[in-house]
């Protein structure tokens, strides 16, 4: 977990533009640990200081099977996620990291994904910049409510990432103009500070089904990261619930809990404290229970080697609306160790022959028809691991259980010898099926990856080659690793990739791609988002 992603802000825009390697560097702290498991890393692109909410420009289908959605400007974006209205299957609303902007990137259809408004969105105040963008529908309350992260960079003390906040912004007229950021949790500190916490790596769910007792409750998650002079302390999973539209939240709190037989190594505090977490994903079932996975390193029986830091999925509910909290539980064990993937020369896990930074993380959804509870991951078994030069052959795994205590045998989604990554899984309601989205390398070209689909059921999947070009991540115009041998591989295309079904049974796809030659240096690649309806 200690080993991921987005490289966000600031040193000039014209320095990227001369692909100056010291724009993409990030300055070592001396983190401990689960070191460089938060998200956010100071380093990257200064973004642009607009308005909190502004149309940009227009995007229209014109019979592409793949759009891409970005037509603000060359710079990069990635981490795309996307939602459907559960009342209109036309209406959409996509979002990613922007580059060239102050925070995050809207991508509005009320036509099925023919026709697109683009434009920036969720800064908070001056000099803030976002990360980790996010999107949900509340019914109920006729809004969607966006999550990001907030925070702003220290230029004097070190290219510090300083006043990491949790905000949401609201979108009454379905996602054209959106408010004033609000402000969830409020962070303190800078990267060395004697004191500091900085939320990251946020997720959301509205309880959308009007039989449910807490019908129009949004749900809130994600990592709170407390660390001392630069070291690192813990990672607690925090939560917040809105009742009315996202305007006002309940009071933040931790709910990752304890739990001494699964987290049996502790850096800091209590023992037995399940707080040394990432990736944190909520769901509802139609009855309105509650259920939250999260990644941690603590369980010290899955490492093979003292401090090889193998994870594991642990998952929790709530029968009450978010007010109390199960004692964590044991799902999967993961094989993504400290010698389980090569290094990049950013010290993150990496695939084989990349540079692309990597985690295992996938999300937890429930069936809106049957509660039934899917969990998808990726990670290296099947690949060479535990020792100093792994090779990697890393798949997606989907796992399901109708309780959330008794999970079935993890299954393998794909069976390409190569490597799958950054898998997403939905629930179809109009056929009770699942689709899972993931980056795919089985190509005849190893260094290309594409978008691929499985639909189905574990064990008898269907898959589509989403994407109608392949990626080239190991020839980036940004992000370059300036290695020897692989200069140009990019280090980093966001965290996730996303899939939505509507009510009329159609899969909604947007994925990170590197398929269009950068317009000043047409020998290397852009990175935009793309969508694709099937």
Partial sequence: MRRFTVAVVVLAVLALLVGAGAVEARPSLPEGGMA????????????????????????????????????????????PDIEVDPADPLHMIASSNDYGT????????????????????????????????????????GVAIHASLSFKVQHAAGTQACDGDLVVSISRDGGL??????????????????????????????????????????????????????????????????????????????????????????????????????????????????????????????????????????????????????????????????????????????????????????NLVASPRTGNLFLVFADNRNGTHDTNSPVTNTDVFVMTSSNGTTWATPTRVDASVSDQWFPWVEVNPATGSIGIVYNDRSTSDSKLYNASLAEGMPGAFAKTVVSTAASHPTESRFFRAHITGCENCATFHGDYIAISYGSDGKANLTWTDMRDPDPGVPALFDQFIYFARK
């Avoid at 607009?50 to 229209?60: F, K, L, M, T």
């Avoid at 939240?249 to 304890?258: A, Y």
């Avoid at 941690?296 to 609306?321: A, H, K």
Wanted: aromatic share 12%; hydrophobic share 30%; with cysteine.
């Fill in 177 to 362: 103009i959106w408010e004033l950021p609000v402000v969830v949790d409020d962070g303190i500190g800078c990267d060395l500070s004697e004191t500091q916490l900085f939320n990251d790596k946020e997720w959301i769910v509205t309880d959308n089904k009007a039989s449910s007792p807490f019908y129009g409750r949004t749900y809130l998650t994600w990592s709170k990261f407390e660390s001392h002079y630069g070291v690192y302390a813990s990672s607690a999973i925090w939560g917040a619930f809105s009742d009315d539209g996202g305007d006002h939240w309940s009071k933040p709190k931790e709910i990752s809990g304890s739990n001494s037989a699964l987290c049996t190594f502790q850096l800091t505090g209590p023992a037995g404290e399940c707080d040394e977490n990432q990736f944190s994903v909520p769901t509802v079932r139609p009855d309105g229970t509650v259920f939250v996975a999260f990644v941690n390193e603590q369980n010290r029986s899955l490492w093979e080697t003292d401090l090889e830091l193998d994870d594991q999925y642990l998952i929790i509910r709530s029968d009450d609306g978010g007010v109390t909290w199960s004692t964590p539980a044991f799902v999967v064990g993961l094989e993504d160790g400290a010698r389980d993937y090569p290094i990049n020369v950013n010290g993150r896990q990496t695939l084989s022959g990349y540079q692309l930074r990597v985690n295992p993380a996938g």
């Fill in 102 to 141: 102050c925070c995050d990137q809207f991508y509005t259809t009320f036509d099925g994904g023919r026709n697109w408004t683009t434009g920036n969105m969720s800064r908070e105040k001056p000099l803030k910049i976002g990360s980790d963008p996010v999107t949900v529908f509340d019914r109920k309350h």
């Fill in 36 to 79: 460089k498991k938060r998200s956010v890393d100071v380093a990257g692109f200064d973004k642009q200081h607009g308005p909190q909410s502004q149309i940009e420009c227009a995007v229209a289908l014109g019979g592409s099977a793949n759009v891409k959605l970005d037509c603000d400007d060359p710079f990069p974006n990635n981490e």
